[in-house]
């Protein structure tokens, strides 16, 4: 199915674990971001990619690492989970070619214990 | 300061009533200006968007954007229960990357 799909919708961790939250589009999109969204804070950028092997950081990227071996893919890994990392993560994607195509994925609630 | 503010809500309004949503923001760089609705527990999804100053129109939604203030507004006419959502104001620049800056979202709620 075309679109963009993050994995898992769902998961409970302890502190202290590593956890990665997968994402992946079909579209070939050269651009990736990966936002948090907290109550009162809106959706805040916590990193980017505009290609493979491309990746920068964003408004929060403390505690949080990403890679792009290949286009379709954009992992975020956290590295030793903190209660401060529960939130909902959306992934994104956005064509060059377009201005204001940016497509989000339904995203993934993260609890850390 | 956030460099873009969005006021929170909830707002509660009747069916049928028209419906206005702000945000400002303080960096004279943006350019691209686009709403997004963001149903419970889904993504958000583009609604409306403009570039630079001016006024859009699509169906019953209407985008203004005012740079000498600004200030940018989303008003809905004939609103819906359907309508009930967090709308998110969402903004970037001309040139350097591409990542959209935020507002905060308001939480919409149409009674029937």
């Known amino acids: 199915d075309a679109g963009i799909t993050q994995s898992p919708r769902y998961k409970i961790t302890e502190t202290g674990r590593q956890v990665t939250l997968m994402c992946h589009q079909t579209w070939s999109h050269s651009y990736m971001f990966w936002y948090r969204q907290d109550l009162g804070h809106g959706l805040r950028l916590i990193y980017y990619?505009?290609?493979?092997?491309?990746?920068d950081k964003g408004e929060v990227p403390d505690g949080y690492v990403v890679s792009r071996s290949k286009t379709e893919n954009f992992p975020l890994t956290l590295e030793s989970a903190t209660r401060s990392q529960t939130s909902v993560y959306f992934c994104?994607?956005?064509?060059?070619?377009?201005?204001?195509?940016?497509?989000f994925g339904s995203g993934t609630r993260l609890t850390v214990v | 300061q956030k460099e873009v503010e969005q006021d929170p809500g909830p707002l509660s309004v009747p069916e049928g009533a028209i419906v206005s949503l702000n945000c400002t923001y303080s960096?004279?760089?943006?350019?691209?200006f686009m709403w997004y609705r963001q149903y419970s527990r889904k993504g958000p999804e583009l609604l409306m968007y403009t570039y630079s100053s001016g006024n859009k129109e699509d169906g019953r939604f209407t985008a203004q954007v005012d740079k000498s203030s600004k200030y940018i507004s989303l008003f809905i006419r004939d609103s819906q229960p359907s309508d009930s959502a967090t709308y998110l104001c969402a903004l970037r620049g001309d040139t350097g990357r591409r990542a959209l800056t935020f507002g905060s979202g308001t939480r919409l709620q149409v009674q029937p």
């Open positions: 960096n004279s760089a943006f350019q691209y």
């Open positions: 990619s505009a290609a493979a092997d491309i990746t």
């Open positions: 994104a994607s956005s064509d060059p070619g377009t201005d204001y195509g940016y497509t």
